[in-house]
């Protein structure tokens, strides 16, 4: 706080019984160089300071103090790094979304490759092979749409393992795993909620001449049923 006498009742800052008050002059230091700064601190908190007379020379041993030149360092130290933490937590937030908007792409590859019953992965996969698998090949042709895609793609080609790789064969996994997880628990869940629930299974030979199980289990809720008769 360093108001001016303009800011003060009157247009003054108060006076003692000798007729002396605080200057605003001493709000700057006249350095060596004959340049005038504005002095950060010149303020005492604990005990207040009314000896206009010597305010001065009071405010200049003060600010050779053992304590007050540590303080100002340190007060220092800490506006320079404001503005460096504020940028780092900024960074940080924009990081954030832009893998929360990388993921919700490649979610979208696993969901559409799943529901053609499509391969992933093929037999090359490196970044200069013509055709990578499929799910790589979506990512590649929806990173021309997409400006956080497109930036992650660059830096894992760039950076390699040294950075997160949302694209390798594991994370496609994880992806893969998390989706059936989040399926079967909303499956769990109609079967739990339903009035009734009924089993249908099916049985086919695929190209490996394998028997492949399908199940089927149709739900019906209490409220279907209640519009069903209403009908």
């Not at 504020?86 to 893998?99: A, D, F, T, W």
């Amino acid at each position: 706080m360093q108001p001016s006498s303009s800011e003060m009742p009157e247009n003054c800052f108060p006076k003692d019984s000798h007729g002396r008050s605080f200057h605003d002059n001493w709000f700057w230091k006249k350095l060596s160089s004959g340049e005038l700064i504005r002095r950060k601190k010149c303020h005492w908190v604990c005990d207040g300071f009314a000896e206009w007379k010597n305010g001065p020379i009071k405010i200049m041993r003060h600010e050779i103090t053992e304590n007050r030149v540590f303080a100002s360092i340190k007060a220092s130290y800490k506006e320079a790094a404001f503005p460096l933490i504020s940028s780092l937590k900024e960074n940080e937030m924009k990081k954030i979304v832009q893998n929360k908007e990388v993921i919700r792409h490649l979610i979208g590859i696993v969901l559409y490759l799943g529901r053609h019953c499509l391969p992933f992965r093929g037999h090359r996969e490196g970044w200069k092979d013509d055709i990578r698998g499929n799910f790589k090949d979506l990512a590649i042709l929806l990173a021309n749409y997409s400006p956080p895609l497109s930036c992650h793609l660059t830096e894992v080609q760039i950076r390699g393992k040294h950075t997160h790789n949302f694209v390798s064969w594991n994370r496609q996994n994880q992806l893969i795993l998390t989706i059936a997880t989040n399926i079967r628990n909303t499956i769990k869940n109609e079967i739990l909620n339903a009035t009734f629930f009924s089993l249908f299974l099916d049985t086919t030979f695929d190209v490996s001449r394998k028997e492949q199980l399908s199940l089927v289990i149709p739900t019906k809720t209490l409220r279907q049923l209640r519009v069903k008769n209403a009908k």
